[in-house]
Structure formats: structure tokens, C-alpha cells
């Protein structure tokens, strides 16, 4: 049974950092190509970043691009999103996804797992 399981969240003030994390058992997550999405309160979820799992090309939508950060640690079966320059409009429940093709890079299709979020919140 897969299980992936975000970490990092937490409060910052706008302009600070985090890093989240999403650890996997049950699967190598070198398999898979991971997504990281987010939904804030009354808005739809949203692609946020992704890492191929065939030779780790990465993708980030617009809002984040220059500030966040996806990479692997193949042996601690980990991927992270390292987040700089947050904002207020950063604030969401984040999520991990992962997907053995592919496919859906930043849209949320295909995924096959989905960890259970962690709370962001950037405020003063």
C-alpha cells in the first residue's frame, strides 16, 4: 500500500521560507513523477510544481516561478518543495501527488496517489 506523507507546513510571515516534504512508503518514489499542488479556501486546486520521474525536467506555474524549488532525495525516498519569497496569496493546504506515468504534470489528472495535505499560512 502506497502512502505519501506531506510535512513543513506551518506559519511564516510574508517573505519568509519553508521547505515541505513528501516522504513515500509502500513505493521508490524515483518511479514516479511528482506533483505538488495547493487549494486555498473557496478556490479550486492548483498545479504548483512537478518533477519528471525519467530525467527529473521540472515544471512551475507562473505564480511561483523564481521562488519555489522541486527536487528528489533518492535515498530518503523524499521529495521536496522548497518555498523562498512567500506571499500572502501563497496560503493553502499543500498536497503531494504521484504518478507512474506521468501525465498530468501540472493538472491534476492521472495522479495515482495523494498524500493528505499540509497547512501553509503567510501572514504578518
Known amino acids: 500500500q502506497v502512502q505519501l506523507v506531506e510535512s513543513g507546513g506551518g506559519l511564516v510571515q510574508p517573505g519568509g521560507s519553508l521547505r515541505l516534504s513528501c516522504a513515500a512508503s509502500?513505493?521508490?518514489?524515483?518511479?514516479?513523477?511528482i506533483g505538488w499542488f495547493r487549494q486555498a479556501p473557496g478556490k479550486e486546486r492548483e498545479g504548483v510544481s512537478y518533477?519528471?520521474?525519467?530525467?527529473?525536467?521540472?515544471y512551475y506555474a507562473d505564480s511561483v516561478k523564481g521562488r519555489f524549488t522541486i527536487s528528489r532525495d533518492s535515498g530518503k525516498n523524499t521529495v521536496y518543495l522548497q518555498m523562498n519569497s512567500l506571499k500572502a496569496e501563497d496560503t493553502a493546504i499543500y498536497y503531494c501527488a504521484a504518478d507512474i506515468v506521468g501525465v498530468g504534470i501540472l493538472y491534476d489528472i492521472g495522479y495515482d496517489y495523494w498524500g493528505q495535505g499540509t497547512q501553509v499560512t503567510v501572514s504578518s
Open positions: 518533477i519528471s520521474s525519467n530525467d527529473d525536467s521540472t
Open positions: 509502500g513505493a521508490t518514489l524515483d518511479y514516479y513523477a
